[in-house]
């Protein structure tokens, strides 16, 4: 176990570079199970769920290189379908194989997922939708089993625009037969991203960006190379770094189009943003306005950067609501806010969160990756030091993080905790 040491008061200012995104390139690294040979993807972070993908693909058959920020992905003719638990439980993202493997070997059997603890986070928009195109699917001890023989295609509604069910209906749908049209689709850059990498596979996908995608199977489809594009969460958790710290940094390879809501509302607590064509800087100068903020899915303002706008508004001048409708758990984390003398009270889907001058730094648990970057933020803001424990879950999504906070001027360190040294410091 390891944590970060967080000394409060510094001033983040210089330039960060945003890799590729977490939560495009495990779709594009499933995406690829659907064709025969190497693809190649480029931009891919190094990152623990990166890793983990990897080597759920290796289990496959695959053979996955990484070479410099490529990953070259060999899949073979006949690719196992089955994820495992011991895998599957580490990272609810693999679920994303299950629509490429029904697409491509008629069946697959993949471990029901553990993954972050933010929500009950079910699957059955997945069900239904493959269900609608053909398969059967039953979970039994603890795994999804799927077949059909060939998927066909059908008009499929999703109750919620859910990320995961899109992607999974996008990868089943275009090896089935027929025109599938997925309505209230999900329209995140990760799916125009991902729907990028399978038409350059030879899929066939119109309303591309849209929450209409209509595809048109074919019989199969070819490897192909992919950028993955840049992390919008990782851009915006900068942007947010540099308003709390109140500093000045450069966010290279941030698109700023992708973070509309978030950096206005940046703007709104009282921060510069400047966006050009090779990224975005945030400014700012004074002490932080309290800003209201609404999860919703894209292009609202995102549930990921939800837990790094509570910390920015527990150090605000005035009282900031903040209502979660995309993952109702994620208030687990306010808990660990307020060890840091955060003033926030939650009731259903709102939070009420009344701005400190200070936070006080003290011991605090991270229990996803969010989290425990936003805990990271605050311990920037805060008097004192501030220990972040369990910080796995930041290595699953932020490559490089403390070489960035280095960078910029943070005083951080990491350092490996005894055993139990977690819950000694707490009491
Ligand atoms: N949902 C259902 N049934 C389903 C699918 C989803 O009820 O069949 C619910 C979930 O329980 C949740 C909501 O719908 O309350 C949204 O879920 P969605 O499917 O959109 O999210 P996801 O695909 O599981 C991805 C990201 C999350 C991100 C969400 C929303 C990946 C690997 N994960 O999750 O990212 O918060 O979309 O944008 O792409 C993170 O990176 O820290 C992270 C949690």
């Given amino acids: 176990m390891e944590r970060f040491v967080v000394a409060g008061g510094a001033r ?47 289990r496959l058959g695959c053979t996955v290189v990484r070479d410099g920020d490529a990953v070259d992905i060999t899949v073979p003719e006949r690719p196992g379908h089955e994820a495992d638990y011991d895998l599957v439980r580490r990272m609810r993202a693999s679920i994303a194989v299950l629509g490429p493997l029904v697409a491509r070997c008629g069946e697959a059997k993949v471990a029901l997922p ?3 603890a933010i929500g009950s986070r079910g699957l059955d928009m997945h069900i239904a939708g493959l269900t609608r195109l053909g398969a059967t699917v039953q979970s039994e001890h603890g795994y999804l089993l799927a077949r059909a023989p060939r998927l066909t295609g059908a008009s499929v509604w999703l109750d919620f625009p859910s990320v995961g069910a ?38 066939q996908i119109g309303g591309v960006g849209t929450s209409t995608l209509e595809v048109e199977g074919v019989e199969a489809l070819w490897p192909a190379e992919h950028r993955t594009l840049p992390d919008r969460i990782v851009a915006g958790t900068w942007a947010m770094a540099a308003t709390m710290t109140r500093g000045d940094v450069f966010v290279r390879g941030g698109r700023a189009e992708h973070l509309e809501v978030a950096l206005g509302k940046l703007e709104q607590a009282g921060a510069v943003v400047t966006a050009s064509p090779d990224g975005f800087g945030v400014r700012m100068d004074g002490r932080p306005r309290a800003v209201d903020v609404v999860t919703l899915p894209y292009p609202g303002f995102p549930t990921d950067l939800q837990p790094m706008m509570m910390a920015l508004n527990a150090v605000a001048d ?19 806010l307020t060890r840091l003398g955060a003033d926030v009270r939650t009731d259903g889907h709102h939070a009420v969160v009344r701005g400190r001058e200070r936070l006080s730094g003290a011991p605090v648990r991270a229990h996803d990756i969010r989290a425990g970057a936003a805990l990271v ?28 906070l280095l960078d910029l001027g943070a005083d951080v360190r990491r350092e490996d905790v005894p055993e139990d040294g977690f819950e000694q410091r707490r009491r």
């Fill in 318 to 336: 005035g009282t900031a609501m903040i209502t979660e409708n995309v993952f109702e758990a994620r208030w687990m984390f306010v808990n660990e």
């Fill in 377 to 404: 933020l605050a311990g920037l803001a805060a008097e004192g030091t501030t220990e972040v424990h369990d910080i796995a879950h930041i290595d699953r999504g932020y490559e490089g993080f403390l070489a960035s």
């Fill in 114 to 116: 553990g993954g972050d």
């Fill in 12 to 58: 983040l200012a210089g330039e960060v570079r945003v890799t590729g995104a977490k939560n495009s390139v495990l779709k594009l690294m499933a995406a690829s199970l659907l064709a025969e040979g190497t693809s190649r993807l480029t931009a891919v972070p190094e990152i623990l769920d990166v890793a983990i993908m990897s080597e759920l693909l290796r």
């Fill in 166 to 203: 899109t992607e999974n209906l996008l990868m089943a749908s275009v090896l089935a037969k027929g025109r599938t049209t997925i309505d209230n689709a999900a329209r995140e850059p990760d799916i125009v991203d991902l729907c990028g990498f399978l038409r350059a596979m030879g899929a």
